[in-house]
T-cell receptor, first 112, second 112 residues
């Protein structure tokens, strides 16, 4: 039973446009959500996070939105750049973070 | 500052052989984790440690053992490798109470 789901295995976007990556979760006990970015042959790197007490967090071109009633979060990248092409993992955790559940990932292609 | 390092980067084993994967971090993090990444399944937690001398089971612990004799090192052992353990293994670490994890570059293990 997947507690964190990323239903789109891949997404293709034109350079300069918005990329929207989606994530759904089932466990209402999660109180912290993160996005990680992964390039081939490298480990995931932290991108942006949001606490369950907020509904939006912004960091430069990256914004994460949280809809707790729908148990849904999304990552917006504006404007998208070719260097953003990577696999993006959504993750959810309870306080303290040592039980983090990851989604299966979405591969983003940004076309020049 | 090397961050999180993993040894080896690649390994091929025959069924029944044993091996140990080494993870080291130089950030003085309290928490350390071992994950495996399989196609379509994201990262799944194998074991984790909240401090030197302590370990705990994660989501998929069967067939693996771990030890954390020193704060900076976290070892993952396979006593009798099976083809189902063919995967990419990632080590990660984090500060106490922080959700953001720092990942190593991964070890690609093939069991024939």
């Amino acid at each position: 039973d997947q507690q964190v789901k990323q239903n789109s295995p891949s997404l293709s976007v034109q350079e300069g446009r918005i990329s929207i990556l989606n994530c759904d979760y089932t466990n209402s006990m999660f109180d912290y959500f993160l996005w990680y970015k992964k390039y081939p042959a490298e480990g995931p790197t932290f991108l942006i996070s949001i606490s369950s007490i907020k509904d939006k967090n912004e960091d430069g071109r990256f914004t994460v939105f949280l809809n707790k009633s729908a148990k849904h979060l999304s990552l917006h990248i504006v404007p998208s750049q070719p260097g953003d092409s990577a696999v993006y993992f959504c993750a959810a955790s309870t306080a303290g973070g040592f039980k983090t559940i990851f989604g299966a990932g979405t591969r983003l292609f940004v076309k020049a | 500052n090397a961050g999180v390092t993993q040894t080896p980067k690649f390994r091929v084993l025959k069924t029944g052989q044993s091996m140990t994967l080494l993870c080291a971090q130089d950030m003085n993090h309290e928490y350390m984790y071992w994950y495996r990444q399989d196609p379509g399944m994201g990262l799944r937690l194998i074991h984790y440690s909240v401090g030197e001398g302590t370990t705990a089971k994660g989501e998929v612990p069967d067939g693996y053992n771990v030890s954390r004799l020193k704060k900076q090192n976290f070892l993952l052992g396979l006593e009798s490798a099976a083809p189902s353990q063919t995967s990419v293994y990632f080590c990660a670490s984090s500060y106490w109470g922080h959700n953001e994890q720092f990942f190593g570059p991964g070890t690609r293990l093939t069991v024939l």
